[in-house]
């Protein structure tokens, strides 16, 4: 029986949810499994991961084939890493607290990507929100403008004139002054 670690697809239509399961190879895609070892949510961004690291490697240390978007996954939590660095400290190459200790720097570094990539999202939303709100009160201060009665329009477009004109002879001046 060869084994397959995959996604096995939940959720609503639209909405996809997943759980990364180790499971015969025979199996329907979403039926039965042996090990539920985690959740994945594409929907909200970044995606949302939940892996038991362990057990995924134990799974790949026995033979478990992850499939593509299983081996992405796995990738990017750091499971093949882990597995990597148990089969150097298998050999020898390594000892077991060095396979530690350059899991957790691994793990560490990730956690800085993650976190500098959802500020940016925050950055990125807040000027969005920034920028459509000036948009409105753009839109509100002109639906008010054309809601005022004409005279009142006519006395503001001459204050308006006259502000300009002012400012004009200000200017003439200063560059005959130079």
Same mark, same amino acid.
Do not use: C
């Given at each position: 029986?060869?084994?397959? =670690?995959? &996604?096995?697809?939940?959720?609503?239509? +639209?909405?996809?949810?997943?759980?990364?399961?180790?499971?015969?190879?025979?199996?329907?895609? %979403?039926?039965?499994? !042996?090990?539920?070892?985690?959740?994945?949510?594409?929907?909200?961004?970044?995606? @949302? =991961?939940? !892996? %038991?690291?362990?057990?995924?490697?134990?799974? !790949?240390?026995? +033979?478990?084939?992850? #499939?593509?978007?299983?081996?992405?996954?796995?990738?990017?939590? +750091?499971? &093949?890493?882990?597995?990597? !660095? *148990?089969?150097?400290?298998?050999?020898?190459?390594?000892?077991?607290?060095?396979?530690?200790?350059?899991?957790?720097?691994?793990?560490?570094?990730?956690?800085?990507?993650?976190? $500098?990539?959802?500020?940016?999202?925050?950055?990125?939303?807040?000027?969005?929100?920034?920028?459509? &709100?000036?948009?409105?009160?753009?839109?509100? @201060? *002109?639906? =008010? *403008?054309?809601?005022?009665?004409? /005279?009142?329009?006519? @006395?503001? #477009?001459?204050?308006?004139?006259?502000?300009?004109?002012? *400012?004009?002879? /200000?200017? $003439?001046?200063?560059?005959?002054?130079?």
């Amino acid at each position: 029986m060869s084994v397959k =670690i995959r &996604l096995q697809r939940h959720g609503k239509k +639209g909405k996809p949810f997943y759980w990364i399961v180790a499971a015969d190879a025979r199996a329907k895609r %979403d039926g039965r499994y !042996l090990e539920k070892i985690g959740t994945y949510n594409p929907n909200v961004n970044p995606a @949302e =991961i939940n !892996l %038991d690291v362990d057990v995924a490697v134990t799974w !790949l240390q026995n +033979g478990a084939q992850p #499939t593509d978007t299983a081996k992405a996954i796995l990738s990017y939590k +750091g499971a &093949l890493l882990k597995n990597h !660095l *148990a089969g150097g400290v298998r050999k020898g190459a390594l000892t077991e607290e060095q396979a530690e200790e350059k899991f957790k720097a691994w793990l560490e570094a990730k956690e800085g990507k993650v976190a $500098t990539k959802e500020e940016k999202l925050a950055k990125a939303e807040a000027e969005a929100k920034a920028k459509a &709100l000036e948009a409105e009160k753009a839109v509100n @201060e *002109a639906r =008010i *403008a054309a809601a005022q009665p004409e /005279e009142v329009v006519e @006395e503001a #477009t001459e204050e308006v004139a006259a502000e300009a004109t002012d *400012a004009a002879e /200000e200017a $003439t001046e200063e560059k005959a002054a130079e």
